[in-house]
């Protein structure tokens, strides 16, 4: 059984810090990994994906793979109160007909 | 605009009465799914398809039924839904192997089963 870990939180962070996220997959044949945003109620939002070892940065976000450690993060920096929702990490599988979801870190930002 | 879009956005039902959500996509994707959302247990895939008349389970298939006749279209189906399938339930569509595997969300259906 494929399995996505994160910390269910919440991860209390001030405005104007940096947040950090963290997943942990099993399946060492992934390709593909995933950061999605979900406010409560509302589905999800894709934020970051990362396909390689290393950071990819978009903005204020950064996310970091590193593969031998299975293992995916995403920074937020300069956190704002509008960031507070759940953070989804998401995996393919190696054959790409599958998405597995860790059941998500909440994120709140307080002003 | 680019969406998926999904019908209806609530339901309540009866245990046992046949019910269809339906999703619909304007990308030209090749990959939809179907996905269940429960306090707790996080993002589980229902059902999948790669292609039209290609489908396969995902991790909780039971009690659900999918078709895929047309490109565009996913409809699920419950065929005597039950109480335990009271949930929010999300569509997603990505290119797939024509362009990548990035899934985009439908708004979803929040069913709720007595």
């Known amino acids: 059984q494929k399995e996505v870990e994160q910390n269910s939180g919440p991860l209390s962070v001030p405005e104007g810090a940096i947040a950090s996220l963290n997943c942990t997959y099993s399946d060492r044949g992934s390709q593909s990994f995933f950061w999605y945003r979900q406010y409560s109620g509302k589905s999800p939002e894709l934020i970051m994906s990362?396909?390689?070892?290393g950071d990819k940065e978009d903005g204020r976000f950064t996310a970091q793979l590193n593969k031998a450690s299975q293992y995916v993060s995403l920074l937020i920096r300069d956190s704002q109160p509008s960031d507070s929702a759940t953070y989804l990490c998401?995996?393919?599988?190696?054959?790409?007909?599958?998405?597995?979801f860790g059941k998500g870190t909440m994120l709140l930002v307080s002003p | 605009e680019a969406q998926v879009t999904q019908n209806p956005r609530y339901l309540i039902t009866v245990t046992g009465k046949k019910l269809t959500v339906t999703c619909s996509q304007n990308m030209n994707h090749e990959y939809m799914s179907w996905y269940r959302q429960d306090p707790g247990l996080g993002l589980r895939q229902i059902y999948y398809s790669m292609n039209v008349e290609v489908t396969d389970k995902g991790d909780v298939p039971e009690g659900y039924k999918v078709s895929r006749k047309e490109k565009r279209n996913f409809p699920l189906i419950l065929e005597s839904p039950s109480p335990n399938q009271t949930s929010l339930y999300f569509c997603?569509?990505?290119?797939?192997?024509?362009?990548?595997?990035?899934?985009?969300f439908g708004p979803g259906t929040r069913l709720l089963v007595l």
């Open positions: 997603a569509s990505s290119l797939g192997t024509s362009g990548g595997w990035t899934q985009y």
């Open positions: 990362i396909y390689s070892n």
């Open positions: 998401a995996v393919n599988d190696s054959g790409y007909s599958t998405l597995t």
